[in-house]
Structures are given as C-alpha cells and as structure tokens.
C-alpha cells in the first residue's frame, strides 16, 4: 500500500509540470490566451491512452525488463522520460520556440499517460485475488496519493517562485529533481506476481493456426481495429476537421471489433489441429491481433456479451452527474457572487485536504461493506450532495454553506472515485490488466468529457435555473445504479470464479 500511495504522487505531480506551471510560465512570458489554452489540448493523450495500452502488456523491455520487471521497469522508464521532458523545458524560451515548447509537453503527457497506465495495472496486481476487495484500499491510497503529488507537491513550485525570485526555467529544474526523488518508490516495490505469458502465449499458438487457415477473415479484423484507432486519433489531434461524433463511430467499431473477436472463438475452437502452411505474414497479423484484439475479445468472451454492454454502460454513466456539476461549478460559484479568493480557498485547497482524508476513510468503508455495497452507497450520497449545490443556488453567497457543501461534495466524490476505481480493477482479467483498466477508464473519461461538454447547454436550456439543474444531476445516477442492480448477482458470480 505505501507503494501504491508513491506510485500515485508519481501519477498527479506530472499534471502540475503541464499543467498550472505552464499556465503560470507562459502568462508571465507574455503570451495571450489563446496560445496558453492550445497547450491544454495535451491532456487529451490521457483520454486515449488505451490505444497503445497492450503494449505495456506484451512488450518487455530489453535491458531494464529484466531487472525490475514488466511493471516496475515501464514505470521507471517513463518516469526518467518526464524528467528529461523537464529539463527540456528548462533551456528553451516559449516566446522563441513555442512549438518546440509544445512538443516538450506533449512528450511529458504522452510519458506520464503511459506511466499511469502501468502503475494502475501494478496496483490491480498487487492485491491478491483472493481478497479482491481489498481493491479500495489501493484505489483509496492511489486517490490520495494523486492529490497529494498534484495539489500538496504542486504548490511548492508557486512558493519557490516567490520566496526565491527564481525564473520558471530554473523552477521545470526543481521539478525534474523532485520527480528524480519520486522515482525512487520504484526500488522500495515489489513486482507483483503474473501469467501473463503463459495466457498470451495460448493466445498466440491459437491465433496462428487460425489464421493460417483463415488469412482474410483475419485482415478483416485487422482493418477494423486500424480504422477505430486511426478515428480516435483524427478526434484528439484534428479537432477543428472532426466533430465529436467520431467518438461515437469509434466506439461502435470497437464494439463491432470486440463481437467479431468473440465469434472468432469459435472459428479457435473449430480450427483442426492438423499441421497448417506458416508464413512470416501470419505470425506478424496475429502478434499484432493477439496484442491489440485479444484483450478485447477476453472481456466480450468472458463476460458475455450482453453483460459486457452493460458494463460499459454503467462506467459510461456512474460519474456522468458529477461531472456535469463540476463544469459549470466555478461558473456557478462566481454567478452567485463568491470571488475568486474564496473560489481558490474552498473549491481547490479544502477539496485537496478532504479528498486525502476522504478516500482513507471511504476505502475502509468499501473494504468492511463490499464493493457492489460500496458502489450502491457512494452513488446515493455522491447525488444526494449535489442537493447541497440548489441550496446554495435558493440561499446565495454564504461562506458556512460553501464550506458545508465543498466538504460534503469532496467526501462523496471521494468515496464514489475509491469504489469506482476497486469495482473496474476487479472487472480486469490479471493477464490483460493494463489493456482491460485502460479501455473501461477511457469509456468513463469519455463520459466525462465528451457529455459533460453540454453541461453550458442544460443550464441555458433550463433557463440558468441553477436549483433544476443540480437537482437533475442528482437524478443522473439513478440509471446507473439501476444497471447495477440488475446485474449484481452476475458481478458477485465473475468476482468470485477471479477468486
């Protein structure tokens, strides 16, 4: 756990190094605010991060592999390509080279994406499955130690900066150092047990006498996985040629994909074992199948179909309330009359200090009531504190209320973040961990981003009625919840065949 909880320092402290940093360096650079909001577009790699996610399954490194192993080894890596992102950006000037500033930043979200990806398959194999609900402990020490490395680590760069009159260069110096130091919670963990190679390895051999004797069916897959790839990656970099409904058409595909994989099984099964003509073709379209696609068709095979929609389904929508709420919440708070000092005192450090304790101590509630209970119980609350936010909207700028409400709100979120997070790592097959969290936490961002985009349009179509739209973010949760219900005996049966 205390591995966990370093390894989610190192997952928030990079957002500070792109993030607030940036922000702060390029506003005193003089640069306007069209050109500082275009570097924001790089945290879109997180939103896509599943598309290079089996690699981090399947590939070893060479060299450093060996020695710290599949995990650990992918951690440190990216880890020392975020530190060299840093110093990077400590010799150039933005003003001069702003692209090259750029590519320096997208470098370090493209490193800190695929670091998160490893250390969220390190926590999910670290739990024994025989105790899988012991999974919201390490979500609760992974949801504290992100806020600590992002808020509690990421304000000392502001204070240097002002105590020592320091220039942002000198300050992306000391945050290359700091996360040097941060990367030694790589040596005091313990790579987690796996079978791995063994699972792939069955994969492969099935794979290739397959397509051998099926070459097109074969190439046909192949395309489409290409093609929903190549859609997700027109959506993040040519925003201004393609509108968000390539999401949609992107996600159809996948679904499209993961059916064909599932009817494939058949065509593994059926396949006769008699020696099949090999050639180099077909070993390279099934590593590239088996590593890309295999993951996938585990999930639709192992769940079933109609159970595997409706899992995607429920992480589509559990957090779509929240974050509804949270995009129009600071336009909420300045519409109201609270000002930007109060904004940044309650909305940003109290939410940093109760969401670390809050995690601790919903983890353990989730831990003594079950995942599922858990679940059930942080939705309810989770929408039931949004009723705080149309009180609020009734009373007006009232300080006691705004603390009541940001510390109620940050409890709940919490304790909905822990479950969430224990209830898909549970969902994972250990062969697939990184592939499997990374495509069900990427259905859940785009739910977040993509949906709560129209947030701006629910409040203007309801009149800027602040009371109507809290409350319906409160309703968002019900249907969610409801698919949980009915699938509960279903889940209980997959979490206890993983044990």
């Avoid at 995990?71 to 000037?93: A, E, N, P, Y």
């Avoid at 009359?337 to 809050?358: E, M, P, Q, R």
């Avoid at 858990?374 to 309810?380: E, Q």
């Avoid at 790592?425 to 697939?432: E, G, T, Y």
């Amino acid at each position: 756990m205390l591995s966990i909880f370093l390894f989610g320092i190192a997952s928030g402290f990079p957002w500070v190094m792109i993030g607030s940093v940036m922000s702060a360096w390029l506003k005193d650079a003089g640069l306007t605010r069209s050109a500082i909001g275009y570097f924001s577009a790089v945290f879109a790699v997180y939103s896509v991060n599943f598309l290079w996610s089996p690699l981090l399954d399947r590939v070893r490194l060479p060299f450093i592999g060996k020695g710290l192993g599949q995990r650990r080894s992918w951690i440190f890596s990216m880890q020392m390509l975020i530190c060299l992102g840093c110093f990077g950006l400590s010799v150039v000037d933005p003003t001069q080279t702003l692209t090259l500033a750029g590519l320096l930043a997208l470098g370090i979200a493209l490193s800190s994406a695929t670091q998160d990806m490893a250390i969220d398959a390190y926590r999910i194999e670290s739990v024994d499955p025989e105790h899988s609900e012991r999974q919201s402990t390490a979500a609760a020490m992974a949801t504290s130690g992100w806020w600590t490395g992002y808020a509690g680590l990421g304000a000392i760069p502001f204070f240097v900066a002002d105590i020592s009159g320091w220039a942002w260069p000198d300050i992306y110096q000391v945050l290359a150092a700091m996360m040097l130091l941060i990367s030694l919670g790589v040596w005091i963990a313990t790579e987690p047990p796996s079978y791995r190679e063994q699972q792939y390895g069955q994969a492969q051999a099935h794979y290739l006498k397959a397509i051998a004797g099926q070459g097109h069916r074969a190439a046909l897959l192949l395309l489409a996985l290409s093609l929903a790839i190549a859609l997700c990656f027109f959506q993040v970099f040519g925003p201004q040629l393609f509108t968000q409904q390539l999401y949609v058409i992107a996600a159809v595909v996948l679904l499209l994909l993961g059916f064909t994989l599932h009817s494939m099984g058949k065509l593994l099964r059926a396949t006769p074992a008699e020696e099949i003509n090999i050639r180099p073709a077909h070993r390279i379209i099934t590593w590239l199948l088996v590593s890309l696609g295999e993951p996938l068709r585990d999930f639709f095979s192992r769940n079933g179909m109609r159970l595997a929609l409706g899992l995607l389904t429920f992480v589509l929508l559990f957090k779509l309330g929240e974050a509804i709420l949270g995009r129009m919440s600071i336009v909420f708070y300045k519409e109201i009359g609270f000002s930007n000092a109060d904004i940044g005192t309650y909305s940003k450090l109290l939410t940093w200090g109760v969401t670390v304790v809050a995690s601790a101590i919903s983890g353990l509630i989730t831990l003594r009531i079950g995942i599922i209970k858990g679940l059930f119980l942080g939705g309810l609350v989770m929408a039931a504190s949004n009723l705080l936010f149309a009180l609020m909207a009734s009373v007006g700028p009232s300080k006691p209320l705004l603390f009541v409400t940001i510390v109620v709100d940050g409890f709940t979120a919490a304790w909905g973040t822990v479950a969430f997070m224990a209830f898909i790592s549970v969902l994972c097959n250990r062969a697939f961990t990184a592939s499997q969290y990374a495509l069900l936490a990427s259905v859940a961002t785009f739910g977040r981003t993509t949906l709560g985009a129209y947030s701006g349009v629910l409040v203007d179509g309801l009149g800027g009625n602040w009371q109507w739209f809290f409350t319906l973010t409160a309703l968002m949760v019900l249907p969610s919840l409801g698919l949980l219900y009915l699938m509960r005996d279903k889940i209980r049966a997959i979490a206890g065949e993983r044990a």
